[in-house]
């Protein structure tokens, strides 16, 4: 089967895949892929991909897809070996500082582009296969953090070249009959970060995740589940999504949990916790947001006056996004009453009052009781 013709959209790697069968797959649970059912379950729940213990690929062009969203090409010679140095990287900290002895089948002898199905397979490497991956995940991350910090690009370069490239992905796959009626981006304006901070009781600028954000609003309720499997598909890495950060209070997830559960369901923790909802939110509010880390190819975006890189071959960088997504009916009915965002504000204004006018206790009269 021939692969679709990779799409270069400036920041990610994406292809085109027949939208409208996804669609279609999407809008029966029976129709998803068990890998697809867990991403979405991770999305919903804000779990870590750190406590999973199996994957659930069934063929290299999962891999595949895996790869591109994490933004490593499968084409591209220089972006396999980077993924084998990550590999060998891996290997000597499981060993050194873990000390544990990955089968040389994991740790050295199969490419590491084939580790995924290693992961989800049920041979005696999957458990190693599963620890190896988890570890290279952590140091691409930081890796690409690292490299935030050398590279002479603003924020507002990279928060362009991310908006413009989700904005065509979305435009072409409403193109394809995706249900989104209403999709748009924005910024948090410096008072709202302000706001926001003097709101949290950690006042840290580098706490605040949702300084990017785009809005989805599909048609249907029932269009949310294969509109989040796209996403998924195209260019938020499952792996990503930042744990303890989504705000579910419109996707119901047992469905999605029972129907998992027959193949196995890879969450460890099911039972665990869920994140508080936001107290600032008006009774009966009910959305989606969750916030993904999105890899962006910064050697697409920084070049010279004649096209000569000015970053290493297949760098990449992570810019933190803000999702939310919901149905029309929904988002209607959000913004009625106490659920309007100029209440919620309001609420946000209050509550930055009391914090600021609220002084010292005045301690000396109790020191005097008693005496």
């Not at 953090?145 to 928060?159: G, N, Q, S």
């Not at 792996?239 to 027959?262: C, S």
């Not at 100029?342 to 020191?367: F, M, W």
């Amino acid at each position: 089967m021939t692969e679709p013709p990779k799409r270069n959209t400036g920041a990610f790697l994406v292809t085109g895949d027949k939208t409208e069968a996804e669609v279609r797959a999407g809008r029966s649970l029976s129709r998803l892929s068990p890998q697809d059912l867990n991403e979405i379950i991770l999305l919903v729940r804000g779990d870590s991909v750190v406590d999973w213990h199996r994957l659930a690929m069934r063929s290299e062009e999962d891999v595949r897809r895996l790869l591109r969203v994490n933004s490593f090409d499968p084409d591209e010679p220089e972006d396999m070996l980077r993924l084998e140095r990550l590999r060998d990287q891996a290997v000597e900290y499981i060993g050194r500082s873990l000390n544990l002895r990955l089968d040389p089948v994991v740790g050295t002898e199969t490419p590491a582009h084939e580790l995924p199905l290693l992961a989800s397979s049920r041979g005696k490497h999957q458990r190693h296969a599963c620890v190896l991956l988890k570890v290279m995940h952590i140091m691409y991350h930081l890796d690409a953090r690292e490299l935030r910090t050398e590279l002479p690009i603003a924020d507002h370069v990279l928060f362009a070249a991310v908006e413009r490239s989700v904005g065509q992905l979305f435009e072409a796959l409403r193109e394809s009959g995706v249900p989104v009626v209403e999709f748009a981006w924005s910024r948090k304006s410096k008072e709202s970060l302000v706001t926001k901070l003097l709101v949290k009781r950690e006042s840290n600028a580098a706490r605040v995740f949702d300084r990017l954000r785009f809005r989805l609003v599909v048609e249907r309720e029932a269009d949310i589940i294969p509109t989040l499997n796209l996403m998924l598909r195209r260019f938020i890495p499952f792996n990503y999504v930042v744990p303890g950060q989504t705000d579910n209070t419109l996707v119901e997830v047992a469905a999605l949990e029972k129907r998992a559960d027959r193949f196995r369901r890879v969450l460890v923790d099911p039972d665990r916790e869920t994140p508080p909802a936001n107290e600032f939110s008006g009774e009966g509010y009910r959305v989606l947001n969750f916030i993904a880390d999105l890899p962006v190819r910064v050697d697409r975006l920084l070049s010279g006056p004649t096209d000569t890189p000015l970053a290493p071959p297949g760098s990449v960088v992570f810019v933190l996004t803000e999702f939310q997504v919901v149905d029309r009916k929904r988002r209607e009915a959000n913004e009625q009453g106490e659920r309007s965002h100029a209440q919620y504000k309001h609420r946000q204004y209050q509550r930055v009052r009391e914090r600021l006018l609220r002084g010292p206790k005045d301690t000396s009269r109790q020191g005097n009781k008693g005496r």
